[in-house]
């Protein structure tokens, strides 16, 4: 059963800060201690992209499972099965072509690479931190001969990928650690890159109150205003109601090329 989300907090008010020390009181000095270096990272970093690769490579360095959101190993594993069920629950097949944006150090990716015919699967990543954690992902599973393409990135205008080349275009934890205009960027842009009939899945931190961010690390979004972004970009955008049925504390979109989509 999904974990109850708290869709109207806003995590930015001293009311909520204090609230949830009272409850979490172990939480409050490893928060004043990632206030402290993501202080320092915004002042060495001013552009998000900059600073988030940072915060990989701090995080990275202590925990490679951790710094894609997983505590524990178990954990990592159930998310990356997670992932992977669902998708292949929704048409996954071997002979799709899937992009995996932000993909992290295989959580799921792995699995992905296994199912998918050798070099169908393309991994892209803002983070030569985890990237090096990925690849000794792959060397540990033993899927050298699947042939993966892993790449680092800077942005998300996916400008050196093929035309209408992916099936499944994947994002999963990376627009809820994005500014709205990294997220306008990949919307202006995926389009481009998927094949007929093809679908782009992300996962938000979903907000029903005021949108926020926080320490610019988490980012809160109410659903109707990335559905009205991609509209913008002539997509066709619907929330994910079988995906809140998991345990899992983010919400999912789907967003889809019309067939008459104009020019």
């Given at each position: ?155 998300l205008t996916l ?35 998927l094949a007929p ?67």
């Amino acid at each position: 059963m999904a974990g109850k989300k708290n869709l109207i907090a806003n995590r930015t008010t001293l009311t909520h800060k204090v609230r949830y020390a009272v409850r979490n009181p172990r939480r409050i000095a490893p928060y004043v201690r990632r206030a402290a270096r993501d202080t320092w990272l915004r002042v060495k970093h001013p552009d998000h992209v900059g600073y988030y690769r940072a915060v990989m490579a701090s995080d990275t360095a202590r925990n490679p499972e951790a710094a894609v959101g997983s505590q524990t190993h178990d954990r990592w594993l159930a998310l990356g099965r997670m992932q992977f069920d669902y998708l292949v629950g929704h048409g996954l097949a071997p002979e799709h072509r899937m992009l995996d944006i932000g993909c992290g150090n295989l959580r799921a990716g792995w699995r992905f690479i296994e199912h998918l015919d050798t070099g169908h699967y393309y991994g892209i990543d803002i983070s030569p931190d985890i990237l090096i954690s990925a690849k000794e992902t792959l060397t540990r599973q033993g899927l050298q001969e699947k042939l993966p393409h892993l790449t680092l990135t800077r942005n998300l205008t996916l400008d050196f990928l093929p035309e209408a080349h992916f099936d499944v275009v994947h994002a999963h934890s990376v627009f809820s650690h994005s500014p709205i205009e990294i997220i306008d960027e990949c919307l202006a842009h995926v389009a481009r890159i998927l094949a007929p009939g093809g679908f782009f899945d992300f996962t938000f931190d979903r907000t029903e109150g005021e949108e926020h961010q926080v320490l610019r690390e988490d980012f809160y979004y109410r659903t109707r205003t990335l559905i009205d972004l991609a509209a913008r970009h002539g997509l066709t955008a619907r929330f994910m109601d079988d995906w809140e049925l998991l345990d899992h504390g983010q919400s999912k979109i789907r967003v889809t090329v019309p067939e008459s989509r104009p020019e």
